[in-house]
């Protein structure tokens, strides 16, 4: 193994017709890094997820995972994957279905250590077809382990689990990326990336619209929602106010998002006299993750 990246993407791109489902994204991950891949719905995360696996092939660009092409890395049982509605067949049991995919790498994880990785040591007997949402989500997570894999990607991973399954799912997430591996994970929750991985990459549109450890990504967005109930007001007119980012404006009460509040509860009063209950707080995670989304959509 060389000690270039775990995996680079060099200007990838994919449309399906008009659409440009992902449009020039270049990201290099080095080995032992676990990457958030965040963005709202219809980012892209999901097809470049796809390009990465090799499962889909991109339009321009190229994707080099351990020094080759996904397909290669796939074979020599570097990748493991988890995608959102990978099929597991109804009649196998957890541990029937755990040991027949161990058995099908050249250098697995013994299937013991992949159950108790994946916290299904209760559910060994259990059929497939009789799991809950989460639970088969862990199954999934087991059968991307078997391989004893370099790179894990990891589709919506949580999107099923509750928060005890969470916290374990993350808990051996951890574990795995400690001995030097690499994660990449598709998210829609900031929280959950603020609190697992290193570096986020924000998608939008298609487009990576930041990209850096999370601290960084969270600073970039950072601004404040101004709350009031503005009679006379439109949506237009306040989104024109000096420091404003995004506008929401229901039955008089506006809830402006901004990037200078100073600034913007000035004009705001100049404009409005009358303004009435004002308050100002800071962002939350997800609004800052909106305000960045919506930001570069006007822009
Ligand atoms: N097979 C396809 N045919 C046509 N359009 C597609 C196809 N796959 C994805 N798209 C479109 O490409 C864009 C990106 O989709 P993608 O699934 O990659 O986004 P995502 O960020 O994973 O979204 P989500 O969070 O909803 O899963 C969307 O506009 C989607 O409708």
Known sequence: MTGGPAFALHGLTKRFGQVTAVGGVSVEVAPGEVVALLG????????TVDMLLGLTKPDAGEVIVAGGSPREAVDRGLVGAMMQNGALLPDVTVGEIV???VSTHEKPLPAEEVIARAGLGKLVKRRCGKLSG??????????????????????????????????????????????GRTVLFATHYLAEAEDYADRVVLLRHGAVV???PVAEVRAAVSGRVLRSVVPGATEAGLAALPG???????????????????????????????????EITAL????????????????
């Open 284 to 299: 939350g995670l997800e609004e800052a993750f909106l305000a960045l989304t919506a930001e570069e959509a006007a822009a």
């Open 134 to 179: 989460g639970e088969r989500q862990r199954v999934r997570f087991a059968l991307a382990l078997a391989g004893d894999p370099r790179l894990l990607v990891l589709d919506e991973p949580t999107a099923a689990m509750d928060v005890d399954g969470r916290r374990a799912f993350w808990a051996a997430i951890r574990e795995f990326a400690a001995g």
């Open 40 to 47: 709202p719905n219809g980012a892209g995360k999901s097809t």
């Open 244 to 278: 404003v980012t995004s506008v929401q404006l229901r039955g008089g009460r506006a809830e402006l998002a901004c990037a200078d509040s100073d600034a913007a509860i000035r004009a705001l009063l100049a404009a409005h006299p009358d303004a009435s209950g004002i």
């Open 210 to 212: 930041a990209d850096g």
């Open 99 to 101: 040991a027949l995919v």
